[in-house]
Protein backbone atom coordinates (compact mmCIF):
# COMPACT_ATOMS: atom_id res chain seq x y z
CA UNK A 1 0.00 0.00 0.00
CA UNK A 2 1.09 3.29 -1.13
CA UNK A 3 1.11 5.32 1.82
CA UNK A 4 3.56 8.93 0.36
CA UNK A 5 0.14 10.66 0.27
CA UNK A 6 0.73 11.24 4.22
CA UNK A 7 3.91 13.32 3.16
CA UNK A 8 1.59 15.76 1.41
CA UNK A 9 0.63 19.32 3.15
CA UNK A 10 -2.82 18.81 2.22
CA UNK A 11 -3.10 15.44 3.68
CA UNK A 12 -1.32 16.41 6.48
CA UNK A 13 -4.00 19.16 7.16
CA UNK A 14 -6.39 16.75 6.77
CA UNK A 15 -5.17 14.42 9.65
CA UNK A 16 -5.44 17.40 12.00
CA UNK A 17 -8.58 18.42 10.60
CA UNK A 18 -9.78 15.07 11.66
CA UNK A 19 -8.23 14.86 15.11
CA UNK A 20 -9.12 18.19 16.56
CA UNK A 21 -12.52 18.09 14.65
CA UNK A 22 -13.07 14.56 15.69
CA UNK A 23 -12.41 15.75 19.49
CA UNK A 24 -14.39 19.13 19.29
CA UNK A 25 -17.60 17.33 17.98
CA UNK A 26 -17.46 14.06 20.35
CA UNK A 27 -17.30 16.17 23.31
CA UNK A 28 -20.20 18.46 22.11
CA UNK A 29 -21.59 15.19 21.39
CA UNK A 30 -21.56 14.16 25.04
CA UNK A 31 -23.57 16.95 26.24
CA UNK A 32 -26.14 16.23 23.07
CA UNK A 33 -26.08 12.29 23.70
CA UNK A 34 -26.89 13.14 27.86
CA UNK A 35 -28.71 16.07 27.65
CA UNK A 36 -31.41 14.73 25.36
CA UNK A 37 -30.99 17.54 22.95
CA UNK A 38 -30.15 15.64 19.41
CA UNK A 39 -32.57 17.46 17.56
CA UNK A 40 -31.11 20.93 18.70
CA UNK A 41 -27.59 20.16 17.64
CA UNK A 42 -29.30 18.74 13.86
CA UNK A 43 -31.07 22.24 13.50
CA UNK A 44 -27.72 23.86 14.55
CA UNK A 45 -26.08 21.76 11.84
CA UNK A 46 -28.79 22.93 9.32
CA UNK A 47 -28.41 26.24 10.25
CA UNK A 48 -24.78 26.77 9.89
CA UNK A 49 -25.32 25.71 6.23
CA UNK A 50 -28.08 27.95 5.55
CA UNK A 51 -25.79 30.69 7.05
CA UNK A 52 -22.82 29.40 4.94
CA UNK A 53 -24.45 29.60 1.90
CA UNK A 54 -25.83 33.37 2.68
CA UNK A 55 -22.07 34.08 3.08
CA UNK A 56 -21.37 33.09 -0.43
CA UNK A 57 -24.40 34.56 -1.87
CA UNK A 58 -23.68 38.24 -0.53
CA UNK A 59 -19.59 37.60 -0.63
CA UNK A 60 -18.45 37.35 2.90
CA UNK A 61 -17.13 35.25 5.31
CA UNK A 62 -19.19 31.75 5.19
CA UNK A 63 -18.15 30.82 8.97
CA UNK A 64 -19.23 34.40 9.93
CA UNK A 65 -23.13 33.28 8.56
CA UNK A 66 -23.06 29.70 9.82
CA UNK A 67 -21.92 31.23 13.42
CA UNK A 68 -24.19 33.84 13.02
CA UNK A 69 -26.90 31.28 12.46
CA UNK A 70 -25.89 27.98 14.28
CA UNK A 71 -26.41 30.54 17.27
CA UNK A 72 -29.61 32.76 16.24
CA UNK A 73 -31.23 28.78 15.64
CA UNK A 74 -30.29 28.12 19.59
CA UNK A 75 -31.55 31.21 21.02
CA UNK A 76 -34.39 30.61 19.51
CA UNK A 77 -35.40 27.37 20.22
CA UNK A 78 -33.93 27.18 23.18
CA UNK A 79 -35.74 29.94 24.99
CA UNK A 80 -39.16 28.30 23.37
CA UNK A 81 -38.33 25.18 25.03
CA UNK A 82 -37.23 26.45 27.96
CA UNK A 83 -40.05 28.51 28.79
CA UNK A 84 -42.55 25.37 27.79
CA UNK A 85 -44.31 27.64 25.35
CA UNK A 86 -43.77 25.06 22.33
CA UNK A 87 -42.93 21.76 22.89
CA UNK A 88 -39.19 21.09 21.94
CA UNK A 89 -39.88 19.14 19.21
CA UNK A 90 -42.24 21.39 17.56
CA UNK A 91 -39.82 24.57 17.62
CA UNK A 92 -36.89 22.76 16.35
CA UNK A 93 -38.98 21.17 13.82
CA UNK A 94 -40.23 24.87 12.60
CA UNK A 95 -36.58 26.13 13.07
CA UNK A 96 -35.22 23.26 11.25
CA UNK A 97 -37.51 23.16 8.24
CA UNK A 98 -36.98 27.21 8.00
CA UNK A 99 -33.16 26.83 7.88
CA UNK A 100 -33.43 23.93 5.32
CA UNK A 101 -35.75 26.33 3.22
CA UNK A 102 -33.33 29.30 3.85
CA UNK A 103 -30.37 26.92 2.53
CA UNK A 104 -31.46 25.87 -0.71
CA UNK A 105 -33.18 29.27 -1.00
CA UNK A 106 -29.64 30.93 -0.76
CA UNK A 107 -28.19 28.28 -2.84
CA UNK A 108 -30.58 28.84 -5.96
CA UNK A 109 -30.16 32.53 -5.78
CA UNK A 110 -26.63 31.93 -6.14
CA UNK A 111 -25.01 33.37 -9.40
CA UNK A 112 -23.21 30.94 -11.21
CA UNK A 113 -21.59 27.84 -10.19
CA UNK A 114 -22.75 25.96 -6.87
CA UNK A 115 -19.26 24.43 -6.23
CA UNK A 116 -18.61 26.23 -3.30
CA UNK A 117 -22.17 25.50 -1.90
CA UNK A 118 -21.75 21.76 -2.75
CA UNK A 119 -18.76 21.60 -0.76
CA UNK A 120 -20.56 23.01 1.70
CA UNK A 121 -22.98 19.96 1.85
CA UNK A 122 -20.83 17.74 1.29
CA UNK A 123 -17.67 18.74 3.05
CA UNK A 124 -14.23 18.29 1.78
CA UNK A 125 -11.30 17.75 4.36
CA UNK A 126 -9.14 17.71 2.05
CA UNK A 127 -9.16 21.53 1.24
CA UNK A 128 -8.65 22.76 4.39
CA UNK A 129 -5.79 25.41 4.60
CA UNK A 130 -3.21 26.21 7.85
CA UNK A 131 -5.71 28.61 8.98
CA UNK A 132 -8.54 26.34 8.60
CA UNK A 133 -6.53 24.02 11.02
CA UNK A 134 -5.50 26.75 13.71
CA UNK A 135 -9.15 28.33 14.17
CA UNK A 136 -10.30 24.21 14.57
CA UNK A 137 -7.21 24.03 16.87
CA UNK A 138 -8.64 26.79 18.94
CA UNK A 139 -12.26 25.96 19.14
CA UNK A 140 -11.30 22.85 20.01
CA UNK A 141 -9.26 23.82 22.66
CA UNK A 142 -11.93 25.94 23.91
CA UNK A 143 -14.33 23.12 23.89
CA UNK A 144 -12.00 21.13 25.66
CA UNK A 145 -11.27 23.64 28.45
CA UNK A 146 -14.79 24.50 29.21
CA UNK A 147 -14.93 21.25 29.92
CA UNK A 148 -12.14 20.79 31.96
CA UNK A 149 -12.41 23.46 33.91
CA UNK A 150 -16.42 23.50 34.84
CA UNK A 151 -16.43 19.89 34.57
CA UNK A 152 -18.24 20.00 37.77
CA UNK A 153 -21.59 22.81 37.09
CA UNK A 154 -21.55 20.73 33.81
CA UNK A 155 -21.73 17.08 34.97
CA UNK A 156 -24.93 18.65 37.59
CA UNK A 157 -26.41 20.31 34.38
CA UNK A 158 -26.46 17.00 32.07
CA UNK A 159 -27.66 15.39 35.37
CA UNK A 160 -30.64 17.47 36.19
CA UNK A 161 -31.06 21.26 35.02
CA UNK A 162 -33.43 21.83 37.87
CA UNK A 163 -31.31 20.22 40.74
CA UNK A 164 -28.38 21.52 39.68
CA UNK A 165 -29.93 25.45 39.98
CA UNK A 166 -31.47 23.93 43.38
CA UNK A 167 -28.61 23.65 44.83
CA UNK A 168 -26.47 27.38 43.49
CA UNK A 169 -25.55 26.13 40.47
CA UNK A 170 -25.94 28.91 37.71
CA UNK A 171 -27.51 25.88 35.31
CA UNK A 172 -29.25 28.36 32.24
CA UNK A 173 -25.76 29.80 31.95
CA UNK A 174 -24.20 26.59 31.67
CA UNK A 175 -26.99 25.49 29.08
CA UNK A 176 -26.22 28.34 27.19
CA UNK A 177 -22.70 27.88 27.24
CA UNK A 178 -23.06 24.68 25.71
CA UNK A 179 -25.06 25.69 22.87
CA UNK A 180 -22.45 28.75 21.95
CA UNK A 181 -19.77 25.79 21.99
CA UNK A 182 -22.27 23.50 20.03
CA UNK A 183 -22.58 26.40 17.35
CA UNK A 184 -19.02 27.31 17.16
CA UNK A 185 -17.69 23.42 16.84
CA UNK A 186 -20.45 22.86 14.17
CA UNK A 187 -18.89 26.35 12.40
CA UNK A 188 -15.49 25.38 12.36
CA UNK A 189 -16.06 21.55 11.13
CA UNK A 190 -18.51 22.54 8.51
CA UNK A 191 -16.66 22.81 5.51
CA UNK A 192 -14.46 19.38 6.18
CA UNK A 193 -17.64 17.12 7.33
CA UNK A 194 -20.48 19.02 5.51
CA UNK A 195 -23.31 20.55 6.47
CA UNK A 196 -25.57 17.29 5.85
CA UNK A 197 -23.06 15.00 7.56
CA UNK A 198 -21.89 17.42 10.59
CA UNK A 199 -24.50 16.13 13.13
CA UNK A 200 -23.72 12.34 12.70
CA UNK A 201 -20.14 13.05 13.96
CA UNK A 202 -21.22 14.73 16.88
CA UNK A 203 -23.43 12.13 17.78
CA UNK A 204 -21.88 9.17 16.87
CA UNK A 205 -18.84 9.14 18.69
CA UNK A 206 -20.67 10.35 21.83
CA UNK A 207 -23.33 7.43 21.51
CA UNK A 208 -20.90 4.61 21.10
CA UNK A 209 -19.08 5.89 24.15
CA UNK A 210 -22.57 6.10 26.02
CA UNK A 211 -22.69 1.96 25.27
CA UNK A 212 -20.07 1.29 27.21
CA UNK A 213 -19.43 3.11 30.68
CA UNK A 214 -21.16 4.26 33.50
CA UNK A 215 -18.07 6.95 34.23
CA UNK A 216 -18.79 10.18 32.73
CA UNK A 217 -15.20 10.97 31.98
CA UNK A 218 -14.55 7.90 30.49
CA UNK A 219 -17.57 8.39 28.44
CA UNK A 220 -15.77 12.02 27.39
CA UNK A 221 -12.49 10.09 26.94
CA UNK A 222 -13.87 7.05 24.26
CA UNK A 223 -16.26 9.81 22.91
CA UNK A 224 -13.47 11.69 22.00
CA UNK A 225 -11.54 8.71 20.87
CA UNK A 226 -14.42 7.02 18.31
CA UNK A 227 -14.04 10.56 16.68
CA UNK A 228 -10.87 10.81 16.14
CA UNK A 229 -10.64 7.29 15.16
CA UNK A 230 -13.76 7.95 12.82
CA UNK A 231 -11.74 10.72 11.59
CA UNK A 232 -8.57 8.98 10.93
CA UNK A 233 -10.23 6.24 9.50
CA UNK A 234 -12.86 7.77 7.45
CA UNK A 235 -9.61 9.81 5.74
CA UNK A 236 -7.89 6.22 4.89
CA UNK A 237 -10.37 4.21 3.85
CA UNK A 238 -11.60 7.40 1.31
CA UNK A 239 -8.24 7.77 -0.33
CA UNK A 240 -7.78 3.49 -0.33
CA UNK A 241 -11.02 3.09 -2.03
CA UNK A 242 -11.15 6.83 -3.66
CA UNK A 243 -14.91 8.00 -2.00
CA UNK A 244 -15.66 11.17 -0.55
CA UNK A 245 -14.13 11.65 2.84
CA UNK A 246 -16.83 13.37 4.86
CA UNK A 247 -19.29 10.28 4.01
CA UNK A 248 -16.62 7.81 4.88
CA UNK A 249 -15.75 9.40 7.87
CA UNK A 250 -19.61 9.73 9.09
CA UNK A 251 -19.90 6.11 7.93
CA UNK A 252 -17.31 4.99 9.95
CA UNK A 253 -18.60 6.88 13.23
CA UNK A 254 -22.07 4.88 12.66
CA UNK A 255 -19.78 1.35 12.57
CA UNK A 256 -18.04 2.22 15.51
CA UNK A 257 -21.81 2.97 17.11
CA UNK A 258 -23.13 -0.51 15.73
CA UNK A 259 -19.80 -2.22 16.95
CA UNK A 260 -20.45 -0.41 20.90
CA UNK A 261 -23.98 -1.08 20.62
CA UNK A 262 -23.82 -4.85 20.14
CA UNK A 263 -20.75 -5.41 22.71
CA UNK A 264 -22.66 -2.90 25.52
CA UNK A 265 -21.74 -4.16 28.65
CA UNK A 266 -25.19 -2.29 30.06
CA UNK A 267 -27.09 -4.81 26.93
CA UNK A 268 -25.47 -7.74 28.43
CA UNK A 269 -26.74 -6.34 32.19
CA UNK A 270 -30.10 -5.90 30.99
CA UNK A 271 -30.05 -9.77 28.57
CA UNK A 272 -28.75 -10.75 32.69
CA UNK A 273 -31.23 -9.33 34.47
CA UNK A 274 -34.53 -10.55 31.93
CA UNK A 275 -32.43 -14.07 32.16
CA UNK A 276 -32.63 -13.99 35.76
CA UNK A 277 -36.60 -12.92 35.31
CA UNK A 278 -37.40 -15.50 33.19
CA UNK A 279 -35.58 -18.02 35.46
CA UNK A 280 -37.62 -17.11 38.70
CA UNK A 281 -40.92 -16.99 36.46
CA UNK A 282 -40.50 -20.76 36.13
CA UNK B 1 -39.45 37.99 64.76
CA UNK B 2 -35.86 37.83 65.32
CA UNK B 3 -36.04 33.69 64.53
CA UNK B 4 -38.05 33.80 61.81
CA UNK B 5 -35.96 32.67 58.84
CA UNK B 6 -39.18 32.70 56.30
CA UNK B 7 -40.84 35.64 55.68
CA UNK B 8 -43.40 35.73 52.17
CA UNK B 9 -45.46 38.59 52.91
CA UNK B 10 -48.56 38.85 50.28
CA UNK B 11 -46.94 36.88 47.31
CA UNK B 12 -48.35 36.51 44.16
CA UNK B 13 -47.25 34.50 40.98
CA UNK B 14 -48.31 33.36 38.31
CA UNK B 15 -47.74 31.48 34.77
CA UNK B 16 -49.33 33.40 31.76
CA UNK B 17 -53.07 32.93 32.46
CA UNK B 18 -53.16 31.01 35.87
CA UNK B 19 -52.68 32.76 39.07
CA UNK B 20 -50.38 30.16 41.16
CA UNK B 21 -50.32 32.23 44.19
CA UNK B 22 -52.94 34.84 45.16
CA UNK B 23 -51.41 36.92 48.06
CA UNK B 24 -50.04 34.30 50.58
CA UNK B 25 -48.39 35.55 53.65
CA UNK B 26 -46.73 32.59 56.00
CA UNK B 27 -43.57 33.17 58.69
CA UNK B 28 -41.81 29.94 59.40
CA UNK B 29 -39.67 30.13 62.58
CA UNK B 30 -35.94 28.35 62.95
CA UNK B 31 -36.35 24.82 63.79
CA UNK B 32 -39.97 24.37 62.96
CA UNK B 33 -41.21 21.11 60.74
CA UNK B 34 -44.10 22.51 58.99
CA UNK B 35 -46.48 20.33 56.46
CA UNK B 36 -48.35 21.95 53.81
CA UNK B 37 -51.63 20.40 52.54
CA UNK B 38 -53.79 20.99 50.01
CA UNK B 39 -55.23 19.38 46.39
CA UNK B 40 -53.25 19.27 43.14
CA UNK B 41 -53.19 22.87 41.69
CA UNK B 42 -53.67 24.53 45.62
CA UNK B 43 -49.85 26.65 44.50
CA UNK B 44 -47.68 24.41 47.18
CA UNK B 45 -45.06 23.48 45.42
CA UNK B 46 -45.06 27.56 43.67
CA UNK B 47 -45.03 28.48 47.35
CA UNK B 48 -41.65 26.16 47.95
CA UNK B 49 -39.75 27.99 44.51
CA UNK B 50 -40.76 31.55 46.12
CA UNK B 51 -38.76 30.44 48.85
CA UNK B 52 -35.78 28.87 47.19
CA UNK B 53 -35.57 31.95 44.45
CA UNK B 54 -36.50 29.05 41.67
CA UNK B 55 -40.05 31.13 41.20
CA UNK B 56 -40.65 34.62 40.60
CA UNK B 57 -43.13 37.26 41.88
CA UNK B 58 -45.44 39.67 40.67
CA UNK B 59 -46.22 41.21 43.74
CA UNK B 60 -45.44 40.74 47.52
CA UNK B 61 -41.64 40.15 49.22
CA UNK B 62 -40.08 37.19 50.10
CA UNK B 63 -37.28 36.98 52.86
CA UNK B 64 -35.70 34.17 53.60
CA UNK B 65 -32.51 33.89 55.87
CA UNK B 66 -32.23 37.41 56.48
CA UNK B 67 -31.82 38.32 52.83
CA UNK B 68 -34.60 39.68 50.38
CA UNK B 69 -35.07 37.50 47.51
CA UNK B 70 -34.53 39.28 43.87
CA UNK B 71 -33.98 37.62 40.87
CA UNK B 72 -30.58 38.51 41.30
CA UNK B 73 -29.31 36.88 45.02
CA UNK B 74 -31.44 33.36 44.05
CA UNK B 75 -28.61 31.41 43.20
CA UNK B 76 -26.52 32.38 46.02
CA UNK B 77 -29.27 31.47 48.77
CA UNK B 78 -29.78 28.41 47.47
CA UNK B 79 -26.37 26.86 48.40
CA UNK B 80 -28.03 27.17 51.63
CA UNK B 81 -31.43 25.69 50.78
CA UNK B 82 -31.82 21.85 50.55
CA UNK B 83 -34.53 20.66 48.09
CA UNK B 84 -35.83 17.20 47.16
CA UNK B 85 -38.19 16.88 44.74
CA UNK B 86 -40.24 13.54 43.73
CA UNK B 87 -38.70 11.21 42.40
CA UNK B 88 -37.07 11.67 39.62
CA UNK B 89 -37.27 9.95 35.90
CA UNK B 90 -33.65 9.13 35.51
CA UNK B 91 -31.98 7.85 32.10
CA UNK B 92 -30.73 3.97 33.73
CA UNK B 93 -27.83 4.42 31.17
CA UNK B 94 -26.62 7.57 32.73
CA UNK B 95 -23.03 7.34 33.57
CA UNK B 96 -22.52 8.71 37.11
CA UNK B 97 -22.84 6.51 40.67
CA UNK B 98 -24.87 7.23 43.32
CA UNK B 99 -21.87 8.71 45.39
CA UNK B 100 -21.23 11.44 42.64
CA UNK B 101 -24.55 12.42 42.49
CA UNK B 102 -24.53 13.14 45.78
CA UNK B 103 -21.58 15.25 46.00
CA UNK B 104 -23.27 16.82 43.40
CA UNK B 105 -25.37 18.93 46.15
CA UNK B 106 -22.06 20.20 47.56
CA UNK B 107 -20.92 21.95 43.70
CA UNK B 108 -22.91 24.73 44.74
CA UNK B 109 -21.26 25.75 47.87
CA UNK B 110 -17.87 24.88 46.40
CA UNK B 111 -18.12 27.90 43.90
CA UNK B 112 -16.93 27.97 40.53
CA UNK B 113 -13.46 26.75 39.81
CA UNK B 114 -12.95 24.83 42.89
CA UNK B 115 -12.70 20.81 42.91
CA UNK B 116 -14.35 18.81 45.98
CA UNK B 117 -11.42 17.60 48.31
CA UNK B 118 -10.97 15.38 51.36
CA UNK B 119 -13.44 17.40 53.39
CA UNK B 120 -16.28 17.17 50.91
CA UNK B 121 -15.88 13.46 50.26
CA UNK B 122 -15.82 12.69 53.94
CA UNK B 123 -19.30 14.83 54.39
CA UNK B 124 -20.59 13.14 51.30
CA UNK B 125 -19.35 9.37 52.77
CA UNK B 126 -21.70 10.74 56.08
CA UNK B 127 -24.40 11.55 54.33
CA UNK B 128 -24.57 8.53 52.77
CA UNK B 129 -24.95 6.81 55.64
CA UNK B 130 -26.81 8.30 57.62
CA UNK B 131 -29.43 7.56 54.86
CA UNK B 132 -28.50 4.12 54.37
CA UNK B 133 -26.77 3.88 51.08
CA UNK B 134 -23.32 3.47 51.87
CA UNK B 135 -23.28 -0.02 50.27
CA UNK B 136 -24.69 1.24 46.69
CA UNK B 137 -22.50 4.29 46.99
CA UNK B 138 -20.56 2.85 43.67
CA UNK B 139 -23.57 1.81 41.71
CA UNK B 140 -24.80 3.76 38.58
CA UNK B 141 -27.80 6.14 40.06
CA UNK B 142 -30.15 4.88 37.40
CA UNK B 143 -29.53 1.52 38.65
CA UNK B 144 -31.82 2.22 42.16
CA UNK B 145 -35.67 1.86 43.17
CA UNK B 146 -37.85 4.75 43.47
CA UNK B 147 -37.04 4.59 47.28
CA UNK B 148 -33.29 4.02 46.72
CA UNK B 149 -32.87 7.05 44.50
CA UNK B 150 -34.93 9.64 46.89
CA UNK B 151 -32.70 8.40 49.80
CA UNK B 152 -29.71 9.75 47.66
CA UNK B 153 -31.85 13.01 47.22
CA UNK B 154 -31.88 13.60 51.06
CA UNK B 155 -27.86 12.40 51.18
CA UNK B 156 -27.42 14.81 48.18
CA UNK B 157 -29.55 17.52 50.24
CA UNK B 158 -27.37 16.58 53.57
CA UNK B 159 -24.32 17.00 51.93
CA UNK B 160 -25.06 20.58 51.09
CA UNK B 161 -25.20 21.40 54.97
CA UNK B 162 -27.85 23.38 54.37
CA UNK B 163 -30.03 25.36 56.73
CA UNK B 164 -33.31 25.29 55.37
CA UNK B 165 -35.16 21.63 54.57
CA UNK B 166 -37.92 21.87 51.61
CA UNK B 167 -39.39 18.48 50.38
CA UNK B 168 -41.85 18.55 47.50
CA UNK B 169 -43.96 15.38 47.40
CA UNK B 170 -40.82 13.29 48.37
CA UNK B 171 -42.89 10.43 48.64
CA UNK B 172 -44.90 10.70 45.76
CA UNK B 173 -44.34 7.13 43.54
CA UNK B 174 -43.17 5.01 46.32
CA UNK B 175 -44.50 2.36 48.08
CA UNK B 176 -46.16 1.57 51.53
CA UNK B 177 -42.55 0.55 53.02
CA UNK B 178 -40.67 3.16 51.55
CA UNK B 179 -42.95 6.10 51.88
CA UNK B 180 -42.72 5.27 55.59
CA UNK B 181 -38.72 4.61 55.83
CA UNK B 182 -38.15 8.06 53.84
CA UNK B 183 -41.02 9.82 56.28
CA UNK B 184 -38.93 9.24 59.16
CA UNK B 185 -35.72 9.49 57.63
CA UNK B 186 -37.04 13.00 56.80
CA UNK B 187 -37.85 13.90 60.68
CA UNK B 188 -34.22 12.12 61.63
CA UNK B 189 -32.48 14.68 59.36
CA UNK B 190 -34.67 17.46 60.64
CA UNK B 191 -34.18 16.32 64.03
CA UNK B 192 -30.46 15.40 63.91
CA UNK B 193 -29.09 19.03 61.99
CA UNK B 194 -31.33 20.92 63.18
CA UNK B 195 -33.09 22.11 60.33
CA UNK B 196 -36.17 24.72 59.41
CA UNK B 197 -38.07 21.95 57.09
CA UNK B 198 -41.06 22.71 54.71
CA UNK B 199 -43.01 19.52 53.75
CA UNK B 200 -45.16 20.42 50.71
CA UNK B 201 -47.83 16.99 50.19
CA UNK B 202 -51.22 16.10 48.69
CA UNK B 203 -51.31 13.32 50.51
CA UNK B 204 -52.58 13.17 54.05
CA UNK B 205 -50.94 9.86 54.51
CA UNK B 206 -47.21 10.70 53.44
CA UNK B 207 -47.42 13.82 56.03
CA UNK B 208 -45.18 13.03 58.75
CA UNK B 209 -46.94 12.39 62.15
CA UNK B 210 -44.43 14.86 63.82
CA UNK B 211 -45.07 18.25 62.02
CA UNK B 212 -45.00 21.28 64.25
CA UNK B 213 -47.71 23.51 62.41
CA UNK B 214 -49.56 22.22 59.01
CA UNK B 215 -50.49 24.90 56.56
CA UNK B 216 -53.41 24.20 54.48
CA UNK B 217 -53.65 25.84 50.91
CA UNK B 218 -56.70 25.47 47.96
CA UNK B 219 -56.47 27.75 45.16
CA UNK B 220 -53.32 29.53 45.73
CA UNK B 221 -53.97 31.02 49.16
CA UNK B 222 -53.75 29.94 52.65
CA UNK B 223 -56.83 28.56 53.84
CA UNK B 224 -56.01 27.66 57.16
CA UNK B 225 -53.01 27.09 59.57
CA UNK B 226 -52.45 25.50 63.60
CA UNK B 227 -51.04 22.08 64.69
CA UNK B 228 -51.66 18.86 63.11
CA UNK B 229 -54.58 18.33 65.83
CA UNK B 230 -56.79 21.59 65.25
CA UNK B 231 -56.55 21.65 61.43
CA UNK B 232 -56.24 17.54 60.20
CA UNK B 233 -59.89 17.23 61.02
CA UNK B 234 -62.85 15.52 59.03
CA UNK B 235 -64.84 18.56 58.40
CA UNK B 236 -61.94 21.39 57.65
CA UNK B 237 -60.36 18.20 54.83
CA UNK B 238 -64.02 18.01 53.98
CA UNK B 239 -64.14 21.37 52.71
CA UNK B 240 -60.09 21.28 51.59
CA UNK B 241 -60.58 18.46 49.02
CA UNK B 242 -63.98 18.95 48.67
CA UNK B 243 -65.57 15.26 49.29
CA UNK B 244 -67.99 14.85 51.95
CA UNK B 245 -67.01 13.89 55.37
CA UNK B 246 -68.08 10.06 55.63
CA UNK B 247 -65.95 9.94 52.33
CA UNK B 248 -63.14 11.66 54.70
CA UNK B 249 -63.50 9.22 57.35
CA UNK B 250 -63.79 6.37 55.28
CA UNK B 251 -60.55 7.67 53.34
CA UNK B 252 -58.48 8.22 56.74
CA UNK B 253 -59.54 5.08 58.69
CA UNK B 254 -56.72 2.88 59.07
CA UNK B 255 -54.19 5.87 57.95
CA UNK B 256 -51.44 7.14 60.26
CA UNK B 257 -53.76 10.03 60.55
CA UNK B 258 -56.69 8.04 62.00
Known sequence: MDLSIFSYQFMQNAILAAFLGGIACATIGVFVVLM???FIGVCMAHAAFAGALLGLWLDFNPLIGAFAFSLLSAAIVGPLADRGQLSPETSVGVI???MLGLAFLFMG?????KSGALELLWGSILTNTRSDIIFLGIVTIVVVGVVFIFYKEIQATIFHRDMALAVGIPATIILY?????????ITVTLRSIGGLLIFSLILNPAAAAYQLTYSLKRMFLLAAGFGVLSGWMGLLFSYLFNIPSGATIVVTSSVIFMIAAVFSPKRKVKGWQQKLLVGEGQ | MSNTVINIKNAVVSYREDVALRGVSLKVKSGEFVGIVGPNGAGKTTLLTIVNGL???????????GHRLTRGNGHFLRKRVGYVAQVQNIDPRMPLSVREVVMIGRYGLLGLLRRPGKRDWKVVDEALELVGMNHLARRPIGH????????VALARCLAQEPELFLLDEPTASLDWRARIDILELVRLVHDSRHLTTMFVTHDLGSLPLACDRVVLMKEGLIWGEGSPSEVLTNEKLSQLYDIPISAVKERRRGTILA
Open chain 2, 55 to 65: GHLLHGQVTVL
Open chain 1, 109 to 113: LMPGT
Open chain 1, 36 to 38: HMP
Open chain 2, 144 to 151: LSGGEQQR
Open chain 1, 96 to 98: FSL
Open chain 1, 177 to 185: GILFLTGAT
